[in-house]
């Protein structure tokens, strides 16, 4: 069985890029400018384009992902000595700067990693109730021990 999540998508500047760039090709299509087709294939991808990761329980090997409708590439890679999954805790903090403004915006993320005897690969990161649901369904299908923090998730 193949569990699929996703992790992500474009910035939300490149999506409104391809949303811009979808517009001026209907609106140049609507005015009999064909030339104007060529932005309609160029918003596609700013538009659709998602990253994730599909895990292999039966193979026990994992890909992460860069996707674009069915059409998914990455490099699978092994995990048959995975000893256990890990919940983790993490602050993280963004730096933000506009012109001589700048800001710092801290977050609590927790982070599900598969521990390997020599690495720890991170499989998603987010919210502490979606971390737990996937890291229980991921377990059992693994037939793995979930480790979460001691203070638990919140």
Known sequence: ???KYTTGKLP?????????LLLIGILAITMSEFAG???IPLSIPLLFIRT???IDTKGKRIKK???LFACKTGKWESITQIKHLQIIRVRQTTGMAVLSIARNETNIVYKLLA??????????SGKGASISEAAN???SQLNLEVFEPVNGIA
């Open 37 to 39: 087709i060529v932005a």
């Open 115 to 124: 521990v390997l005897p020599n690495e720890n690969i991170e499989l998603l």
């Open 1 to 3: 069985m193949i569990l």
């Open 137 to 139: 369904d991921i377990s």
């Open 65 to 67: 992902y860069i996707g």
């Open 12 to 20: 939300p500047n490149f999506f409104m890029l391809g949303v811009i």
């Open 52 to 54: 994730g990761i599909l």
